[in-house]
Nanobody, 127 residues
Framework: QVTLVESGGGLMQAGGSLRLSCAASGRAFSSYNMAWFRQPPGKEREFVAVIAWSGTRTWYADSVKGRTTISRDNAKNTVTLQMNSLKPEDTAVYYC????????????????????WGQGTQVTISS
């Protein structure tokens, strides 16, 4: 069982940066691939970024690639999302998610493939 708690959201300006953190409980955190998803107002939840359990592989949505970095600290049970050059279309509720398959070789991109979710943190980008 994993409990995820996101933090770092708020109101930000276009062109700026955000840094979201996800704190995880549970001893198996270091074995889980971790991802960030977001849900813009009135839209479905969408994939943002994923990082392998080892931290050695990552994958990003095209919409954030090149301006976003996902990282993790397995010693601290945390996952971080750094996003630069913010745009109004980045406005969304951002969710942290864990793939419970032990040391999975697959970096999953679909929300239904993740078993554990945080409560989400609102990010609003003003133009």
């Amino acid at each position: 069982q994993v409990t995820l708690v996101e933090s770092g959201g708020g109101l930000m300006q276009a062109g700026g940066s955000l840094r979201l953190s996800c704190a995880a409980s549970g001893r198996a955190f270091s074995s889980y691939n971790m991802a960030w998803f977001r849900q813009p107002p009135g839209k479905e939840r969408e994939f943002v970024a994923v990082i392998a359990w080892s931290g050695t592989r990552t994958w990003y949505a095209d919409s954030v690639k090149g301006r976003t970095t996902i990282s993790r600290d397995n010693a601290k049970n945390t996952v971080t999302l750094q996003m630069n050059s913010l745009k109004p279309e980045d406005t969304a509720v951002y969710y942290c998610a864990a793939d419970e398959e032990n040391k999975s070789p697959l970096l999953r991109l679909r929300s239904r493939e993740y078993e554990y979710w945080g409560q989400g943190t609102q990010v609003t980008i003003s133009s």
